[in-house]
């Protein structure tokens, strides 16, 4: 390699550069140098790299991006140029553009909080939770505003200040707890309804009338009083929610007119009872089978029954009898001298007779066959009414031995009494079959 001390004198001598020497330098500079300096900084102007050398530059200086040295960022570059200060918070208002925000105590308090409950109870929430709305409590302050309004889907109980506001809230202040009609009232009919074991008040009316025959066993409705006008035959039971006078139940027949009220509490009361037209009024028939007696209930509508029909006994060389009741069958009279009887009886073209006093009514023989039904139609005059009642019988029997006879009885019930109920049955042993209808005449 040749040395630059070969540039300025002679080869292999020493001394001081020679004219030789120094011509050799500078043809040595001009010819050779270019090329080598090419890869040397200049410090006195710009000079224009290539890629492969900026690379190398930065890594001679131990600049190199992405490992020495931060790669160019937007983003730094906005946050180098933030102002801070103490408590403020650096977030960003676009992409790659930052800004500060005051961080204050408070807000400090609840950024080191792990979850939500944390900071519900950091915030003065931890009551909270996800009750659905309709289960939450309300306060003392909205249930008390609560209780000075109306639910109008259900039956309201005022004080009496409150009926009071209420009546001068819908301009009826003038209205008293005794209200005077000054003119004629009229409460509408409405549609018939039809009887059934609960008789379903209609909401056009307070009169209806009543169809059909079924057992009525309750009343719904919110018409009160309420009048009813039957056109069939309906029996009414005594219940907890029908009211009927004595505690019995009794029988509506066609036309009679019946007045209810209610009491609010499921209970309605017969209050007025307008039974219909005159003439006979047919009960249902009864029909048995191997029973002590047959039984005839609230009868006390009729001053006049008609009892028709036919019954067997069970046992043979038995009488039929009758009894009656003041207490519709809670107890039925049979003193020993409550009933007188005189009968005449014609069997196989022989009359005869026989009367007495018993503890109860004959109204056909004493020998009546268990073989054969025993047919009667039997009359009670003065039914209902404080007076003796009188008995016309006339019977078809066949006796004890097959002897088919007929006759006619007469009877009293000695005491002076109204009755409302009455009683078949035998001397001794059961009906075995009967079918027997009750006729009543009003009075």
Same mark, same amino acid.
């Given at each position: 390699?040749?040395?630059?001390?070969?540039?300025?004198?002679?080869?292999?001598?020493?001394?001081?550069?020679?004219?030789?020497?120094?011509?050799?330098?500078?043809?040595?500079?001009?010819?050779?140098?270019?090329?080598?300096?090419?890869?040397?900084?200049?410090?006195?102007?710009?000079?224009?790299?290539?890629?492969?050398?900026?690379?190398?530059?930065?890594?001679?200086?131990?600049?190199?991006?992405?490992?020495?040295?931060?790669?160019?960022?937007?983003?730094?570059?906005?946050?180098?140029?933030?102002?801070?200060?103490?408590?403020?918070?650096?977030?960003?208002?676009?992409?790659?553009?930052?800004?500060?925000? +005051?961080? &204050?105590?408070? !807000?400090?308090?609840?950024?080191? @909080? *792990?979850? =939500? /409950?944390?900071?519900? $109870?950091?915030?003065?929430?931890?009551?909270?939770?996800?009750?659905?709305?309709?289960?939450?409590?309300?306060? +003392?302050? &909205?249930?008390? !505003?609560?209780?000075?309004?109306? @639910? *109008?889907? =259900? /039956?309201?109980?005022? $004080?009496?200040?409150?009926?009071?506001?209420?009546?001068?809230?819908?301009?009826?202040?003038?209205?008293?707890? +005794?209200? &005077?009609?000054? !003119?004629?009232?009229?409460?509408?009919?409405?549609?018939?309804?039809?009887?059934?074991?609960?008789?379903?008040?209609?909401?056009?009316?307070?009169?209806?009338?009543?169809?059909?025959?079924?057992?009525?066993?309750?009343?719904?409705?919110?018409?009160?009083?309420?009048?009813?006008?039957?056109?069939?035959?309906?029996?009414?039971?005594?219940?907890?929610?029908?009211?009927?006078?004595?505690?019995?139940?009794?029988?509506?027949?066609?036309?009679?007119?019946?007045?209810?009220?209610?009491?609010?509490?499921?209970?309605?009361?017969?209050?007025?009872?307008?039974?219909?037209?005159?003439?006979?009024?047919?009960?249902?028939?009864?029909?048995?089978?191997?029973?002590?007696?047959?039984?005839?209930?609230?009868?006390?509508?009729?001053?006049?029954?008609?009892?028709?029909?036919?019954?067997?006994?069970?046992?043979?060389?038995?009488?039929?009898?009758?009894?009656?009741?003041?207490?519709?069958?809670?107890?039925?009279?049979?003193?020993?001298?409550?009933?007188?009887?005189?009968?005449?009886?014609?069997?196989?073209?022989?009359?005869?007779?026989?009367?007495?006093?018993?503890?109860?009514?004959?109204?056909?023989?004493?020998?009546?066959?268990?073989?054969?039904?025993?047919?009667?139609?039997?009359?009670?005059?003065?039914?209902?009414?404080?007076?003796?009642?009188?008995?016309?019988?006339?019977?078809?029997?066949?006796?004890?031995?097959?002897?088919?006879?007929?006759?006619?009885?007469?009877?009293?019930?000695?005491?002076?009494?109204?009755?409302?109920?009455?009683?078949?049955?035998?001397?001794?042993?059961?009906?075995?079959?009967?079918?027997?209808?009750?006729?009543?005449?009003?009075?």
């Amino acid at each position: 390699m040749t040395k630059f001390s070969d540039f300025i004198r002679a080869p292999g001598t020493a001394g001081p550069p020679t004219k030789d020497g120094i011509y050799n330098l500078g043809f040595a500079l001009r010819s050779e140098w270019p090329g080598v300096l090419t890869n040397y900084v200049r410090v006195d102007a710009a000079q224009s790299f290539t890629a492969p050398q900026q690379a190398q530059g930065r890594a001679n200086i131990g600049a190199v991006i992405g490992t020495d040295v931060q790669a160019f960022s937007p983003s730094l570059t906005s946050l180098a140029g933030l102002t801070t200060a103490a408590d403020r918070l650096p977030y960003t208002t676009a992409s790659n553009t930052w800004a500060v925000t +005051t961080l &204050t105590a408070f !807000a400090r308090t609840i950024l080191d @909080d *792990t979850n =939500a /409950a944390a900071v519900r $109870t950091t915030i003065g929430l931890g009551n909270v939770d996800n009750t659905s709305d309709v289960n939450k409590p309300i306060s +003392t302050a &909205t249930q008390a !505003a609560l209780n000075t309004r109306v @639910d *109008t889907a =259900a /039956a309201q109980s005022f $004080t009496a200040p409150q009926q009071a506001q209420g009546r001068a809230n819908i301009g009826a202040a003038a209205l008293s707890s +005794t209200n &005077t009609f000054t !003119a004629a009232q009229n409460w509408g009919r409405g549609a018939p309804i039809a009887a059934a074991s609960t008789l379903t008040l209609g909401a056009d009316g307070n009169s209806f009338v009543v169809t059909g025959s079924a057992t009525i066993n309750a009343i719904s409705g919110s018409a009160s009083p309420v009048t009813l006008v039957f056109t069939g035959t309906c029996p009414i039971t005594q219940s907890a929610g029908i009211s009927l006078p004595g505690g019995k139940s009794m029988i509506a027949f066609p036309g009679d007119t019946l007045v209810f009220v209610s009491n609010n509490a499921g209970e309605w009361r017969l209050v007025s009872y307008q039974p219909g037209a005159g003439g006979w009024v047919t009960l249902p028939t009864q029909s048995v089978s191997n029973v002590p007696d047959m039984q005839f209930f609230d009868l006390s509508y009729f001053l006049q029954l008609r009892v028709s029909g036919s019954i067997r006994p069970v046992t043979d060389a038995v009488r039929p009898i009758l009894q009656t009741s003041v207490n519709n069958g809670s107890t039925w009279e049979g003193g020993a001298s409550d009933y007188s009887y005189q009968v005449i009886i014609g069997t196989g073209g022989v009359l005869a007779g026989a009367s007495g006093v018993e503890a109860s009514m004959r109204f056909g023989p004493a020998d009546l066959s268990n073989a054969a039904d025993f047919g009667f139609t039997m009359t009670l005059h003065n039914f209902n009414v404080a007076r003796t009642m009188v008995a016309e019988t006339v019977w078809t029997a066949t006796r004890t031995g097959g002897n088919f006879s007929g006759g006619t009885l007469h009877g009293l019930r000695n005491a002076a009494t109204a009755r409302n109920a009455i009683r078949l049955a035998f001397s001794s042993g059961n009906i075995l079959v009967g079918a027997v209808t009750v006729e009543g005449m009003r009075g």
